[in-house]
């Protein structure tokens, strides 16, 4: 009876390995997803409301959950101390402060990163252009991101649940 139990435990807890794999693919597209809503408010804002990057995240921080309003609360926090800081140094600061705590991977993360490259050292067009780029660019991730959960879900719940069934077969 107690060897059924640890069996059940083995298989149960190896399913649950898979499923927290296949949960992490969701929290990624959930994130990017929140990256994309953000970077619209924030295009709106710059284009047709003409207020500057600087009070445009001001704007939309509230519209922002989880670690993105994190790095949208960090980067204005590294702007108000520091006064001389470029806002591409208190971005990447910021994003570089919240990287554990994104689902996202290096590409993505990099997107983040570059996004900070071009904005506020032109017009308000150039601005926009950059933030315009930086949603083309996590549109296309989430598209991917989607695909791979597609494709690879299952498949992580599947082996996690076969790999407990393994072991427990190797130790009978």
């Known amino acids: 009876m107690t060897m ?21 693919m969701n929290d990624r ?5 929140e990256v994309e809503k953000i970077f619209s408010l924030l295009a709106f804002n710059i284009e047709y409301m003409a207020i500057p990057i600087n009070e445009a995240i001001v704007k939309v921080q509230t519209s922002a959950s989880g670690v993105i309003r994190n790095i949208l609360e960090q980067t204005l926090e590294f702007l108000a101390i520091y006064n001389d800081i470029p806002f ?13 705590d994104l689902f996202l991977t290096k590409d993505e993360i990099k997107i983040l990163h570059d996004f900070s490259l071009d904005v506020g050292k032109g017009d308000c067009e150039h601005t926009v252009n950059s933030v315009k780029l930086t949603i083309a660019k996590i549109k ?5 991101a989607v695909a791979e959960k597609n494709k ?21």
């Open 4 to 24: 059924l139990i640890a069996d059940i435990i083995v298989i149960l807890g190896c399913g649950y390995i898979g499923m927290s794999f296949a949960s992490r």
């Open 140 to 144: 296309h991730a989430k598209e991917t």
């Open 88 to 100: 591409s140094d208190a971005w990447r600061r910021a994003v570089k402060m919240s990287e554990r």
């Open 29 to 33: 597209i959930s994130q990017l997803e």
């Open 152 to 172: 690879n879900s299952k498949l992580y719940k599947g082996t996690g649940f076969l790999l407990g069934i393994f072991i427990v077969l190797i130790l009978l």
